[in-house]
């Protein structure tokens, strides 16, 4: 059992790949090998990405690699497909790992024909209905309250689904966050939320955002248990996660969650990051890599597959990328016909006065 509202994070690997405490791993070497899979594709597709935005196929892109363990922990601490997730922007290990297709990702990403929402939302702003994965919103903070809506209706209905909340620090610091939070928990709602605490919202550090000793502490307030724990450690992330997915499931309410990590990239496509965090900052972060941590781990336990097998896995990995990149772009791109498609069952006269204008426009 973890305790809520620790000084340290709880953690179980050391930096060194040994057990912190001794603890019964409830995980097959199968599940086991299957996280570390998950913890190298998202890292894979993440560093892919950057060139494919440099070269303009998509135009935003919000990066997450050193968050792999937050990520795919929390995705194997909660039941994918049965449970509501509703994500934030930088979730890449998370949406993957739950089961979203790449190729319905990359299309997104590039807003080709292929894309659910045909290129209508800004890039990186998913959706995927099949793995109960709901659309990205980029006002900070927003999704807060709609996730606590789901969360009623879940315990309305009698289900025992559970929400899965996720954000940045940034976000706790909103207003939104702090009405969608007392909602869900006034309400005993079944609602998760978990901070992905990689302690930049853009430029501003989260010790010169918030008075709290730390974002777990929150919790207090809302009458909820928060958990602190080390975000770069995959198996202590998934463990919390799970108790509190039970402890929910179980029908006490609300819980909250910080993961303390870190972003190595930039915020997004557009900013410098020279200009508010020191290189030696950022290489002392690099130095206690999540995926290389879980790797030190399995070596200890001896089940480390051979550098050749992980190396072929990096290279099915980015082949399995470039698949999904080549088919999403050959679906082609949307025209303008689709901006009238979609809202209206019967086009309203203004609409449908604009689209004979638009059309002869493009003519
Ligand atoms: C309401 C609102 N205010 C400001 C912004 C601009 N903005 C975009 S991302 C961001 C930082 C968010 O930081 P955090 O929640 O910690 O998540 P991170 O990007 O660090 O993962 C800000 C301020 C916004 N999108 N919405």
Redesign the pocket.
Known sequence: MFEAFTNQPIRLIGEDGSRTQPFELDLGVDELLQIHRDMIRSRVCDERLIPILRQGKTSFY?QSTGMEATQIGIAWGTRKKHDWYWP???DNGLILTLGMPLKRWISQLLGSNDDVCKGRQMPQHFSDPENHIASIC?????HIAPAAGTAIAQKYLGTDEITICT?????TS?GDWHAGVNMASANKAPCLFIC???Q???S?NVRDQTNSKNIAVKGHAYGIPGFYVDGQDVLAVRAVVKQAAEYIRAGNGSVLIECLTY?IGT??SSDDDSRYRSKEEVESWRAQDPLVRFERFLEKEGILPAREEIEAYYGSVLAEFEEALSTSDASGYPTWEILFDDVYSDLPDHLAQQAIYVREENL
């Open positions: 919000a934030y922007y930088r980029s006002a900070i903070g927003s954000f940045g620090e940034g976000a909103e992905e605490n990689n930049y919202a853009i501003l972003r915020h997004s």
